[in-house]
């Protein structure tokens, strides 16, 4: 948030009211008070975030934020604690450091992130030999089945085919065909050891 018109930081020379007596009428909700002290510690406001953040649209952000505390917060300003100008900028460098923190604790939560995202590399040798493997098991296992069974399962778990069309190319009735592909199937889980 840049000032309204670039003025020199408070040199706590003012025509009218000090920057004290203004929060006080702030403090009231008096809005023509307010703009004064906009005027008087914008700059200075901006110049202290943008120092703290090094970036001008986040100082900007924080500066906006830093006004906008001013204007609800005036009631807590209490002058015999210490000068307007010092209350002012030391919300703006609480906003500014608050800003900080919360952009390094987003960064170390998404690093953190990143490292448990991490997987073990794909191992293209040892996915091939257990893929090998489980082939060689799939074919010991189909060939204890009978050749109709055998038949029957590699149609239509291989090929496809639907229980109809297996018992038509194997010139068999549909429920031979099924009672065949079944008791295969029990067979397969059995030696395979699939459910145990």
Request: glycine letters at 6%; proline letters at 4%; one cysteine or more.
């Amino acid at each position: 948030m840049r000032p309204r018109r670039a003025l020199p930081l408070d040199d706590g020379r003012h025509d009218g009211p000090g920057l004290e007596q203004l929060l006080a009428r702030v403090a009231r909700g008096d809005r023509p008070a307010f703009e004064q002290v906009y005027d008087r510690v914008a700059p200075a406001v901006y110049g202290l975030v943008l120092r703290v953040l090094r970036d001008p649209a986040q100082a900007e952000e924080v500066a906006q934020e830093v006004l906008v505390e001013v204007w609800r917060a005036a009631a807590r300003f209490e002058a015999s604690r210490g000068s307007g100008m010092s209350w002012v900028m030391t919300i703006a460098h609480h906003r500014a450091v608050d800003r900080v923190r919360t952009a390094q604790a987003a960064t170390d939560r998404e690093t953190r992130a990143a490292r448990l995202e991490v997987r073990r590399p794909y191992d293209a040798v040892v996915e091939s030999v257990e893929t090998t493997l489980e082939w060689e098991r799939l074919r010991r296992c189909l060939n204890m089945l009978t050749q109709l069974q055998r038949e029957s399962v590699t149609y239509a778990y291989y090929g496809g085919y639907s229980y109809r069309e297996v018992a038509e190319l194997l010139k068999v009735p549909l429920a031979t065909v099924k009672t065949r592909m079944r008791d295969g199937l029990i067979r397969m889980r059995d030696c395979l050891g699939v459910g145990q």
